[in-house]
């Protein structure tokens, strides 16, 4: 079965705005609203990545969607969500320093652990067959991917940040009750 082609910027901006009307996405930009960081409908936007990514957050600019690495609905919903996590983090921490290992660690953490990327079905369809504990060992393979591309995070530091965070970071649920 061949694989689905990427998209265009204007399908996967489409397909962002079909995001927004996910109960997870609206319970997100509402928290995000809440604690004082209102995203209007262009906080999120389609683009063309060099880097081979499905989406970003940064600071000031909002989240970027990258249309050439998402094929599907579900992979834009879950990079809208997981990006979501990372501009909350944001918000809600008035000294979270992303050039900082351990901040940056943490926030990745969460939104793997929150976004529902690592979720069994998904790691199945990567090729990833284990059955216990393939969500933790799924969220600590992606925090470190992240890591990776932060010039501050590299070798042992990215994994000792990581590890040093993971409990507390982990179990730390906002804006959610519980673990969706």
Known sequence: MAEKPSKTVEECQAMIQKSFRTPM?????????????????????????????????????????????????????????RELIHAFDDCRAANLDWSDCAHHACSEIRAGHLSGDCHYKRELLRGFMKLRGHEQECVRRKVLKSLSANPNCYGLAAKDSMEAVWDVCYNDTQPFDRAP
């Open 25 to 81: 996405v609206r319970f997100l930009r509402e928290h995000l609203e809440k604690a004082g960081c209102g995203v209007g409908d262009n906080f999120v936007k389609a683009v063309h990545c060099n880097q081979q990514m499905a989406g970003a957050y940064t600071r000031g600019e909002g989240v970027r969607v990258c249309s050439n690495y998402v094929r599907i609905q579900d992979d834009v919903n879950i990079v809208v969500i």
